[in-house]
């Protein structure tokens, strides 16, 4: 296989399990600070009990990011020396600011979070978990900038084949950054709140029914139910972005071969690249013109307008109405749970099964819509200045195949060690939860 290829995919796979990680750590660390902070405030045990717990995921999901991380930042040299030796004078400073700022500030509290509860005063620890929330979310911050600016690159001159700065303001708060970091962020959180519900499901079903199990299932359901419109809404604001910035991206998405008014909006078909056509489809006459361009005769830019620079169209189309489709899913589940939860405290055997069963759909989601980012900015690295091909090095396609076997082999190992040992833990708070309470119990912090 072409050895690009092969780095495109090995890059692929370590982004993908990587992106699982931050996705929880980033919105669990506010949910926890939710926690303590309505613990501190009411006195009540049960939200102590469900930040106990939650922390445990946290730690836990937070070690795999950093470990996950470590190992692509290595493939910049290894597989793309390409990209620094061209944006480097930019991507460095950014990649440095996140480690300075972000990641050095989660490092030195989550200590005191971890393991301080019964250690420092009430007031320390809660400042502890808001620090580290802190963290996490800078860390996103300049992160996505990083990747918003390769895919609108702004403030910048190139001189002798390499980009200099000459405004950081733009760089920062590029076009396409505000929007991406708050679809990114309602993503996290999303994750996040169908992780909480499924969990506490998990354990609802076993007959768990303490003060601790109810408050997460509850926080988990109202959260889901009340981020899931606001990333619909986010996520048609970015949509208009991309067709402006990124118009072939966003013919990809829609699967429109040709320029014309009155663009078809397509639900379901087949992609065809060689014959620039889609079979079977199904479609709404003039949907497309009407949510893109607010027109229902509006013209959309086809395929056909960016020969030889587009995207590769069936991996596109089909990412996003995977990203789309679960999260219409994730509207019905969250507002029926909801329903089901204001009417009754409580929730039928049914629901209680459908909300394990979406434990992890933030993840299918969330890597759908990553797939849809990144793909749809192929054939470039950093859009309209320099290309994938041009970035890769020159590594023989048999040590890329065997690093990238290593990789798969060792990621599936920890994915499913992690997804075992996250039911493992709800089990045991289930049991613990339904034992008589032992003496010496350590008071709320």
């Known amino acids: 296989m072409d050895p690009v290829v092969l780095a495109r995919i090995q ?29 501190s405030r009411t006195g009540n045990p049960a939200w102590r009990d469900a930040y106990q717990f939650w922390v445990k995921i946290f730690a836990l999901t937070f070690a795999l990011g950093v470990v996950t991380g470590i190992t692509m930042s290595f493939q910049f040299g290894t597989n793309w020396p390409g990209f620094m030796q061209t944006v480097g004078n930019i991507a460095g400073p950014l990649l440095a600011a996140e480690v300075l700022t972000a990641f050095f500030l989660e490092a030195t509290f989550l200590g005191i979070m971890l393991f301080g509860a ?37 403030g910048f ?9 000459t405004d950081w303001l733009a760089i920062l708060f590029n076009p396409s950054f505000p929007y991406r970091f708050t679809h990114m962020l309602l993503a996290s959180g ?32 109202a959260l889901a139910a009340l981020l899931i419109p606001l990333q619909i809404v986010v996520g048609d604001l970015h949509g ?88 219409l899913l994730m509207l019905a589940v969250a507002w029926v749970a909801a329903w089901y939860w204001r009417k009754q405290q ?31 900015r192929q054939p470039y690295l950093v859009y309209g200045v320099l290309t994938t091909a041009q970035a ?26 992690y997804v075992k040992v996250l039911f493992y833990l709800a089990g045991k708070a289930g049991r613990q939860a339904t034992e008589p309470a032992t003496a010496g119990k350590p008071a709320y912090q």
Request: charge should be positive; aromatic fraction near 12%.
């Open 190 to 221: 999303l994750t996040v709140a169908f992780l909480i519900a499924g969990l506490s499901a998990y354990r609802y079903l076993r007959g768990e029914r303490s003060a601790g199990l109810m408050v997460s299932l509850k926080t988990g359901i």
């Open 240 to 327: 208009l972005n991309t067709l402006k910035h990124q118009p072939a991206k966003l013919a990809a998405m829609e699967g429109i071969w040709q320029t014309q008014r009155g663009v078809d909006a397509v639900l379901f078909a087949i992609p065809d690249s060689q014959a620039k056509t889609n079979h079977f489809e199904i479609a709404i006459p003039k949907l497309a013109s009407l949510y893109l361009t607010h027109d229902w005769n509006g013209e959309v830019s086809g395929l056909d307008a960016f020969e030889g620079k587009h995207p590769p169209v069936g991996p596109v189309f089909w990412a996003f109405r995977i990203m789309v489709g679960v999260g």
């Open 346 to 376: 409580g929730l039928p055997t049914w629901i209680a099964r459908v909300l394990v069963g979406m434990t992890f759909s933030g993840w299918v989601a969330l890597v759908a819509g990553w797939y849809v980012t990144e793909v749809g």
């Open 11 to 39: 890059f692929a796979a370590n982004i993908t399990f990587h992106i699982l990680f931050p996705a929880i750590s980033i919105a669990l660390a506010w949910v926890l600070l939710f926690f303590k902070w309505q613990g």
């Open 392 to 417: 890769a090095s020159t590594v023989p396609a048999t040590q890329i195949s065997l690093s990238l076997a290593m990789y798969l082999s060792l990621y599936l190992c920890l994915g499913f060690a």
């Open 118 to 154: 019964n250690r420092v005063s009430n007031r320390v620890h809660t400042l502890a978990t808001a620090l580290v929330a802190i963290g996490t979310t800078l860390s996103a911050f300049w992160i996505l900038v990083l990747n918003s600016w390769m895919q609108t690159p702004v």
């Open 157 to 165: 001159e190139m001189i002798n084949g390499q980009a200099h700065a």
